[in-house]
């Protein structure tokens, strides 16, 4: 069965450094999102992502954040200069009618 | 308005037993509403999901009921087994092309021996 997979599984990184977390969508997918959730809570949306640019994006999803698809294959979700608050699990997610997420990030901001 | 409302937070059933699961939300612009499965560290998993054009939807042990005038949707997992156990995300989403999910809060499903 095809999956999202994504890199690296868990990432510590000091609190005002830059991180990118890598994502393979399946690759007839035609719709991209990055969701996330704290520890204990809730999956929440991040970003959306079609035909090349974004879609939507949540109040969460400021200038600090930035998505990209480099190349045919990669979605990204870089963030510019981490807060302790921004620890969680990332979980990209493509779609062509139903969801698939892959097995998530987890970013913990030190 | 936004908010998918979901009950009750914990739930411990006995092997063999039913396990219900409520969601209740606000949005009358929902038009998809799926259930998730997730073990820990790991992502969601779709588990089922209707449309609001039928007010029930059913596979294997899981079964969907939708009530439309109510705007509530329940998972039932019948014969539950202690590989279920897990936490359940009901979720909803929108129409049209992006069609983001929204998540209630999730329910932590434990099946006793």
């Known amino acids: 069965e095809p999956e999202v997979t994504q890199t690296p599984s868990h990432q510590v990184t000091q609190m005002g450094q830059e991180v990118i977390l890598r994502c393979v969508p399946i690759s007839n997918h035609l719709y991209f999102y990055w969701y996330r959730q704290i520890l204990g809570q809730k999956v929440e949306f991040l970003v959306s992502?079609?035909?090349?640019?974004?879609?939507?994006k949540s109040e969460i999803f400021d200038d600090q954040f930035s998505v990209e698809r480099p190349d045919g294959s990669n979605f990204t979700l870089k963030i510019r200069s981490t807060k302790l608050e921004d620890s969680a699990m990332y979980f990209c997610a493509s779609r062509i009618y139903g969801y698939t997420f892959g097995s998530g990030t987890r970013l913990t901001v030190v | 308005q936004q908010q998918v409302k979901q009950s009750p937070q914990s739930l411990i059933v006995q092997k063999g037993g039913i396990s219900i699961i409520n969601c209740a939300y606000e949005?009358?612009?929902?038009?998809?509403f799926p259930w998730y499965q997730q073990f820990p560290g790991k992502g969601p998993a779709l588990l089922i999901a209707i449309r609001p054009d039928v007010s029930e939807k059913k596979e294997g042990r899981f079964t969907i009921s939708f009530n439309k005038s109510a705007k509530q949707f329940s998972l039932h997992i019948m014969d539950s087994q202690p590989g279920d156990s897990a936490t359940y995300f009901c979720a909803a989403s929108p129409g049209g092309t992006a069609s983001k999910l929204t998540f209630g809060t999730g329910t932590r499903l434990q099946v006793t021996l």
């Open positions: 949005n009358t612009a929902f038009d998809y």
């Open positions: 992502f079609y035909n090349n640019e974004i879609s939507e």
